[in-house]
């Protein structure tokens, strides 16, 4: 198995952009397709982003994922931020056997 | 609508057993992988056990193995989850959740609150 690493939490101010990065401890980044979910606080997560780079129908295009390779590391950038972005935020990956998460990154909108 | 209702949830005594169940509706539940994953209070999520779009395939985390088991039923389109010799540390929220293609989780039920406590 692997792991991937968040930061534990960022802040940012509203209308500004922000990244989120998901580090793959062993493996390639790109040998399996990266998901990123948003949790609320008291909410079931709900998905943003799917295989790396796609958005789920009513995700807005503020939302945007991306991989690379050098860093075997995967992305998930927010822009133009509103206070009701502000929840945690999950990476995840899997191999033949199993799913894994990030540790998520609690993001503050301030 | 496309949606997962999990139910079952309750307060247990520690070695205790639980079942958990999963309604799916609004997709073809044979065509996809299904999950469970849970969360502890104040901690993030984790994945608990994966049963295959035929049922042939089935995972679970280590610290659950042997204690337990993971099902589905076609006929009714839902998942369970079968927990025995249930401890403190397995008090969290479980989500039931679906995967788009295998491995990649899409679809999230509401969770249900499974405590273990004396």
């Known amino acids: 198995n692997f792991l991937l690493t968040q930061p534990h939490s960022v802040s940012e101010s509203p209308g500004k952009t922000v990244t989120i990065s998901c580090t793959r401890s062993?493996?390639?980044?790109?040998?399996?397709?990266v998901q990123w979910f948003q949790q609320r606080p008291h909410s079931a997560p709900t998905t943003v982003i799917y295989?790396?780079?796609?958005?789920p129908s009513g995700v807005p295009d503020r939302f945007s994922g991306s991989i690379d390779r050098s860093s075997n590391s995967a992305s998930l950038t927010i822009s133009g931020l509103k206070t009701e972005d502000e929840a945690d935020y999950y990476c995840?990956?899997?191999?033949?056997?199993?799913?894994?998460f990030g540790g998520g990154t609690k993001l503050t909108v301030l | 609508e496309v949606q997962l209702v999990e139910s079952g949830g309750g307060l247990v005594k520690p070695g205790g057993s639980l079942r958990l169940s999963c309604a799916a509706s609004g997709f073809t539940f044979s065509s996809h992988a299904m999950n469970w994953v849970r969360q502890a209070p104040g901690k993030g999520l984790e994945w608990v056990s994966s049963i295959s779009s035929s049922g042939t395939y089935i995972y679970y985390t280590d610290s659950v193995k042997g204690r337990f088991t993971i099902s589905r039923d076609y006929a009714k389109k839902s998942l369970y989850l079968q927990m025995n010799s249930l401890r403190a540390e397995d008090t969290a929220v479980y989500y039931c959740?679906?995967?788009?293609?295998?491995?990649?989780?899409?679809?999230w039920g509401q969770g249900t609150l499974v405590t273990v406590s004396s």
């Open positions: 959740a679906r995967d788009l293609n295998t491995g990649m989780i899409y679809l």
């Open positions: 062993s493996g390639s980044i790109g040998s399996n397709y």
């Open positions: 295989e790396d780079n796609q958005r």
């Open positions: 995840q990956s899997y191999d033949d056997s199993s799913r894994v």
